[in-house]
């Protein structure tokens, strides 16, 4: 019996992240003193997603047309690219809080980037509701374009951010590193949006169970190509940033006691 590519794919997804959320548990445990803490937590909501999502899959196989299956899915493998961007946000603002803590404008940056994501995931995952549903086909395809033109103007604004401000005239030496890997992550992460677009103008209402850009009854190479794979670069990326973070911390942490115990007592 032909293994479906989905499956074969989910199957791969599954032995991929199974090692990675409790990595990522660690590492937000491990950083957990270590501010801002919206550049830890993502990794694993992220890699929990996406193991969910992969038993999803191969659930859906097994029960196919079960509509509560499908709308479930669909609504973790779009939703899934969300904490990504959370990431990066977190590790612009940990620099913004290192290099410019009272700066106006880069509060407000912050703030409006929030707001933004916000809505985006509550259009998406509103989007996803009417999965099955050919009565909303037009409803659910305006909601998923205006979730991921947001998504894509978050990216574009966190990328510009990064580029502008990656000079050591700009921010502190040590800091460099973070915009360094998070622009690295950047290019998977503008491949995995670029197919949320082209999905959803390809992949909604009607077409959703025809097109080659369906994340579900698609082209599974595309999907495992242009979102699994770049999904999984971009998190190894931030997990990489998570164990910067934490050596950086320990050090810091072992030569401050290292200096009060060699410091010299006066009797008086």
């Known amino acids: 019996m032909t293994m479906n590519p989905h499956t074969a794919a989910a199957i791969a997804q599954l032995i991929f992240y199974a090692p990675i959320v409790p990595l990522s548990i660690y590492l937000l445990v491990a950083n957990w003193p270590n501010r801002p803490r919206m550049a830890w937590y993502p990794p694993v909501p992220f890699s929990i997603v996406r193991l969910v999502g992969a038993i999803l ?11 509560g299956l499908i709308v479930a899915t669909i609504v973790l493998l779009n939703v899934g690219l969300v904490p990504l961007i959370i990431a990066f946000l977190g590790v612009v603002r940990l620099v913004i809080q290192s290099n410019f803590p009272e700066s106006k404008q880069t509060t407000l940056f912050i703030k409006l ?3 933004n994501l916000l809505i985006a995931v509550a259009l998406l995952s509103a989007s996803g509701s009417f999965a099955g549903q050919p009565e909303h086909a037009n409803s659910q395809s305006i909601l998923s374009k205006v979730a991921y033109f947001q998504f894509t103007a978050v990216l574009v604004a966190l990328i510009a951010f990064s580029w502008t401000h ?3 005239s700009m ?3 040590e800091d460099r590193i973070y915009l360094k890997w998070a ?3 950047s290019p998977t992460l503008v491949v995995r949006t670029v197919y949320g677009l082209i ?6 209402g009607g077409r959703i169970l025809t097109s080659m ?3 579900l009854f698609g082209s599974a190479t595309a999907f495992a190509l ?7 670069i971009s998190l190894c990326c931030f997990l990489y940033l998570s164990v910067h973070r934490l050596r950086t911390s320990r050090r810091r942490v072992d030569g401050e006691e290292r200096e009060l115990q060699y410091q010299p007592k006066y009797v008086v």
């Open 171 to 173: 921010i502190k030496e």
């Open 183 to 185: 622009l690295l992550a």
């Open 166 to 168: 990656y000079r050591p």
């Open 199 to 204: 999905s959803v103008f390809d992949a909604t």
């Open 213 to 215: 850009w369906s994340p």
């Open 57 to 67: 899959i191969i659930a859906e196989e097994q029960k196919p047309g079960n509509i």
């Open 226 to 232: 242009m979102a699994l794979l770049m999904e999984y």
């Open 113 to 115: 980037i929030r707001w």
